[in-house]
């Protein structure tokens, strides 16, 4: 059952593309592929845990990122790049099953959003951790409007 989280400011070191939406699940496969060759290199990881975050999507263009969280950025590997994250209200639920159908979950937090008149944010800022991976188990989130930002839009 989705819930309204709030979730502090964090910092993930990764990889990030910026494509139609038509090509990410092949762009988001050859970063994943890299990603996990790659993720021994980042130092100072918080849990070892993999983060599919979509940045911003607008149309057809998706700016999305596969990513770990990390204490703090001292070094980045060669190739990656790094994210502050800032504290936000997210709808979140916990996915069970393979990742193929987590699309299925994020269409679930939708609606609950929509039955219980939350705004989610237009710009589709989304969080997929990988909580595990046998049996696969993953925590999403979907970041809700910003009202600071439509407070401002109104008054404007």
């Known amino acids: 059952m989705p819930q309204i989280v709030e979730v502090g400011s964090f910092t993930v070191v990764g990889l990030k593309v910026a494509c139609q ?6 762009r988001r496969m050859a970063l994943w592929e890299r990603l996990r060759t ?6 100072n990881q918080t849990t070892g845990r993999f983060m599919d975050i979509c940045l ?14 990390v204490e703090t950025v001292d070094i980045i590997p060669n190739g990656m790049t790094t994210f502050s994250i800032p504290a936000q209200s997210y ?17 679930q937090i939708k609606q609950w959003a929509k039955e219980h008149r ?23 989130y979907m970041k809700l409007e910003d009202v600071k930002r439509e407070s401002i839009e109104v008054v404007v």
């Not at 790659?38 to 130092?43: K, R, T």
């Not at 944010?121 to 046998?134: A, G, N, Q, R, W």
């Open 38 to 43: 790659f993720a021994s290199e980042i130092p």
């Open 56 to 69: 911003f999507k607008k149309g057809s263009l998706v700016i999305h990122c596969v990513a770990m969280q």
């Open 91 to 107: 709808v979140y639920t916990s996915h069970q099953g393979p990742a193929e159908n987590v699309q299925q979950s994020l269409h």
């Open 118 to 140: 939350c705004r989610l944010d237009p710009t589709h800022f989304t969080i997929d951790v990988t909580v595990s991976e046998d049996p696969p188990i993953h925590a999403l």
């Open 21 to 26: 939406a038509a090509q990410l699940t092949e």
